[in-house]
């Protein structure tokens, strides 16, 4: 305990392409995916939205709540998936963007569960330096990663970017425990190659292409199962009852394996989070995006319990608890 978040931050492209907008693209419906994901409508990146400009975005409206300085800033970490470069980090970028130039930064790969993974090396870094202050962001554009003439993946994903600055503090607040997990065994149920290799050894037989590849229903079964083991896991660790959490903030995949884990795990509808229906499955970029509006449209409260959990490729997933 004794790490808490400061404040928070988002950023979304202001262009928005509906369930009809998908219909003239691809073979599908409003009505398939509202039924099958509950999405809506998606946020999608257009002429210099890259993704460390809405990661930037984000983290100068987080660092405004918390009324902290760029130059305060000391390691800056990004999950993402989608950087429109692979070197420098997406987090250099942002450096360069805010002024952070006090702050050493680096990108965390970690698919859907990057900003919680991200989040946890925060809080241990302040843990060993408590004058520490780190800009924890989650953002991605998948738009420029998906197939757009598959249907069965470029329905549920869209753009944008959320920040979280964390910091010391003498109170009893905080991280109070996390339960994190992967399997590198089942990466094949849900992968993305990278830029086709100039190394003939190494090349990859038949490349696909730099897309999202997935098996849907066994993602969908693992994502259910793994997220409702991982907190089931993290009360049990910290002794903590379901019933004393105030908020469920989990990662927006869509509305259907949400429904499914909170019948699983009983937890009372109001209790979670949900915005899937306007942003799509925006990946590392979706827990802090709820956050982020979940505290600004005043649901989360000092010494609130709030729980995270996330689901992503790797296989990665996790639970994380904290004291607001
Ligand atoms: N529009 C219309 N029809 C479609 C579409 C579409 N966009 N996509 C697939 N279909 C068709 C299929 O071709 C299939 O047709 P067929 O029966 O003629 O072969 C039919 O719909 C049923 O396909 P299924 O894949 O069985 O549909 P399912 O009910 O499993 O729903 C979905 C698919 C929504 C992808 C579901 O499996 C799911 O939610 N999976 C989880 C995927 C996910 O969230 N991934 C994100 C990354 S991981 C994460 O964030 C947790």
């Not at 009505?31 to 975005?57: D, F, K, M, N, P």
């Not at 049990?236 to 004393?244: A, H, M, P, R, Y």
């Not at 908020?247 to 937890?267: F, G, K, S, W, Y």
């Not at 979706?286 to 992503?312: K, M, Q, T, V, Y």
């Amino acid at each position: 305990m004794g790490r808490i978040i400061l404040g928070t931050g988002s950023s979304l492209p202001s262009k928005v392409v509906t369930n009809e907008d998908l219909e003239k693209i691809v073979d599908t419906t409003d009505e398939w995916i509202r039924t099958r994901t509950g999405i809506q409508q998606r946020h999608i990146s257009t002429t210099g939205e890259y993704t460390h400009v809405l990661a930037a975005r984000a983290a100068a409206n987080a660092l405004e709540m918390a009324g902290v300085a760029a130059e305060e800033i000391s390691l800056i970490i990004v999950g993402t998936i989608s950087s429109h470069m692979l070197m420098p980090s997406c987090a250099c970028f942002v450096q360069k963007e805010i002024g952070a130039q006090n702050a050493f930064a680096f990108d965390l790969n970690a698919a859907c569960s990057g900003f919680l993974y991200a989040l946890d090396l925060a809080d241990k870094y302040i843990h060993s330096d408590k004058e520490k202050k780190i800009l924890v962001i989650g953002a991605e554009t998948l738009s420029g990663r998906l197939n757009w003439e598959d249907r069965n993946t470029c329905i549920l994903f869209g753009d944008g970017a959320g920040a979280a600055v964390v910091g010391h503090s003498d109170s009893d607040r905080g991280f109070v425990g996390v339960n994190h997990f992967s399997d590198g065994n089942l990466w094949n149920l849900l992968y993305m190659h990278t830029a086709e290799s100039t190394n003939p050894d190494i090349k990859v037989k038949d490349w696909p292409g730099a897309h999202i590849f997935m098996e849907g229903r066994e993602v969908f079964k693992h994502a259910v199962k793994a997220m409702d083991d991982a907190v089931r896991g993290l009360m049990q660790k910290t002794g903590i009852g379901l019933e004393s959490v105030k908020l469920v903030i989990p990662h927006q995949a869509n509305i259907r394996i949400l429904n499914n884990l909170v019948e699983r795990l009983e937890l009372p509808a109001e209790k979670v989070f949900i915005n899937a229906q306007k942003y799509g499955n925006t990946s590392a970029a979706s827990i802090p995006i709820a956050l982020d509006e979940a505290n600004r449209d005043g649901r989360i409260e000092e010494n609130d319990l709030i729980l995270f959990c996330s689901f992503g490729g790797g296989f990665t997933w996790g639970a994380s608890l904290l004291k607001w």
